[in-house]
């Protein structure tokens, strides 16, 4: 357990908040899908899409039978998204052709999201799958569309139709309806098409490793997020590599300690007091960003005062603004509401990046492909 929850739970402090926790979401591990799995209750009759037709611009998409560009499908379900590259079989082009689809999940084994294609796929030469996490592929004696997130046994009848590009790590949340479409080709040339530039990109972030006294070496085990970089700081790094942007970190002209303790102790009386810490420096204009990427630990079931203060510099109406956040077992808490609050006419995405402060090290390609889903 966390310091700061012992903390809480010993009662150290007086002040009391509403949490709202999140989890995160690990990928399950391996079952096998076996062709004797009478078992199981894969039962349910498809229900085919009722998209309109006219949802999808045919002349926009990279078409099976073009086969010149990857082809790559997007899958959402309830606020998810994954996109999965498909390979150059018949079978991944037989589902491609039946794109747009509507369809309803369903779970199998602890490591599978399933759908049905209304038509059967061709396996005559697709490639067996080869038991990685992300892997869509295609079971043939049920006819089932498999997602897999989690590591799994290869099968006589299991075939690769590709593999997630991005957002693997959303597959095991899917439930219910399942929308499956065509991911428009990238114009030719790639550069200057749909992606943003990053000119007007902004990310600020605040992160304890730069606001801290570091005197000497800093004991890791007793201040796990003391020592730079700090998660915040290294994930605003990553979105600044993929959008170009420009990065700025918030940082208070009194640093706090680097003792963990006396850290929690002192943001705990600053946020009693409802404080706005003086910034160190100062944006000298936001106007040139539309959008602003927000970055910040979860402090005391919120954010650190100086991230109010921040808002309170610079105004952000009329902006997009996208959060991310690294936290401990609290999540994301009121952290949401509390910046909402704080700058009333910003545009604050619902897509919302957040990782475990353990994960925040290893969260280069989650938060990279967070932003390239938003279009950067
Ligand atoms: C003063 C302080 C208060 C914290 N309060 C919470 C909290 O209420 N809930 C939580 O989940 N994590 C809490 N944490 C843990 C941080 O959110 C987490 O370690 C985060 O990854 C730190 O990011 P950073 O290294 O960029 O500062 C707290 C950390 C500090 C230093």
Known sequence: MK??????????????????????????????????????????????????????????????????????????????????????????????????????????????????????????????????????????????????????QPNASLYELGNAVSGSEFIEAISGEIEISAVEAEPAGGEGGSEQSGEDVLIAYFSWAENAVLEGEVDAVASPSVNPPGNVQQLAGWVQEATGGDLFSIRVTDPYPSDWDECLSRANEERGDDARPELAEHLESIDQYDTVFLGYPNWWYGVPMA??????????????????????????????????????????????????????????????????????
């Open 3 to 152: 310091k700061w929850n012992r903390l809480i739970v010993a009662g150290a402090f007086c002040f009391c908040f509403l949490t709202a926790c999140q989890g995160t979401s690990e990928g399950g591990s391996g079952a096998v899908q076996s062709e004797n799995a009478e078992e199981t209750s894969q039962t349910e009759e498809v229900t085919q899409s009722e998209v309109e037709a006219e949802a999808e611009e045919p002349s926009e998409i990279v078409t099976a039978e073009e086969g010149t560009e990857a082809m790559r499908i997007r899958v959402r379900a309830n606020g998810n998204e994954i996109i999965f590259e498909l390979n150059d079989s018949a079978a991944a082009r037989g589902l491609y052709d039946q794109l747009p689809l509507t369809l309803e999940n369903e779970d199998f084994s602890n490591n599978e999201k399933t759908f049905y294609p209304p038509e059967a796929l061709d396996v005559s030469d697709a490639p067996m799958a080869d038991g990685g996490m992300g892997t869509l592929a295609y079971y043939e004696p049920w006819g089932d569309v498999v997602m897999f997130y989690g590591s799994y």
């Open 307 to 376: 991230l109010l203060t921040f808002l309170e510099e610079n105004d952000l109406s009329g902006k997009q603004v996208y959060l991310f956040c690294s936290h401990g077992t609290g999540g994301l808490a009121n952290s949401v509401e509390i910046i909402t609050e704080a700058a009333p006419g910003a545009d604050i995405s619902d897509q919302i990046f957040d990782c475990y402060e353990e994960d925040a090290p290893s969260s280069q390609g989650a938060i990279q492909n967070w932003v390239a889903e938003l279009g950067y």
